[in-house]
């Protein structure tokens, strides 16, 4: 997969796209990236990025004129990539468009900064995303979190293939407690069954963990989480054990 970031900073990615997991999918060719500054397609001598907002008000405006010349120039590049505006007034992000995103081939990422973009931008994306309900200084951050979760799908990113099926939200549960040695910290010991080596109850177990723990942090999620006859069968059991 391809991941095209359009940015005004483009330094903020040398480090993250260059450790762990995502280095290892660059240096498999799994993934690869182009990171392109905005301010290379600007139509003035000085760069000129961003203007003062017609109508009045605070901070400025990132100028339309610069992110789309840099699109055109990504399309006869690259070829034409799928367009995501990392933006607060966007659709909030999730594991199912992590998982949905992974099948395109080419994602492009624009990341807006100041205290926003010209509207008309969006007349050329095919989708606005945020990662959450706050404010940060820009889209750069937001594109890193996007480029990491939608990486995780991609076949060979992860070296264990089994590894994101067990994961936090994949099927709208929080995932099971997981523990390492010592057996015992400052007494507490790790449940016994883990250490039983009876690989249905430990299976049987988390999965019941993994109910009961998104049913007290995220109860949330319960309302997408579509259980079977055995989780119907925990379900009961967690919400007796909580009431007792």
Not at 197 to 221: C, F
Request: net charge negative.
């Amino acid at each position: 997969m391809i991941f095209t970031v359009l940015t005004l900073f483009p330094a903020i990615f040398e480090s993250p796209l260059n450790e762990s997991i995502l280095k290892k999918a660059r240096e498999n060719n799994l993934i690869s990236f182009n990171i392109v500054n905005i301010r290379d397609f600007a139509n003035d001598v000085h760069k000129t990025c961003d203007d003062t907002p017609y109508g009045g008000g605070p901070g400025m405006i990132m100028k339309v004129e610069p992110i789309y010349n840099a699109m055109m120039h990504i399309e006869k590049t690259f070829g034409k990539p799928y367009y995501i505006l990392l933006t607060p007034q966007g659709r909030l992000f999730n594991q199912r468009d992590a998982k949905r995103l992974s099948r395109k081939n080419h994602l492009c990422l624009i990341c807006g900064r100041y205290e926003g973009i010209d509207e008309r931008i969006t007349n050329f994306v095919d989708e606005e995303i945020s990662i959450g309900d706050y404010i940060l200084s820009g889209g750069e951050i937001p594109a890193l979190v996007l480029i990491d979760s939608i990486s995780r799908y991609i076949p060979g990113v992860l070296g264990n293939k089994d590894s994101i099926l067990h994961e936090s939200h994949e099927d709208n549960l929080l995932e099971y407690p997981q523990y390492t040695r010592p057996e015992v910290f400052m007494d507490m010991a790790v449940p016994k069954v883990l250490l039983s080596g009876n690989h249905e109850e430990i299976r049987k177990w988390r999965r019941k963990e993994s109910i009961k723990k998104t049913i007290i942090r995220r109860p949330d999620l319960m309302e997408r989480f579509k259980p079977d006859k055995e989780d119907e069968l925990f379900i009961r059991e967690i919400m007796e054990e909580l009431t007792e």
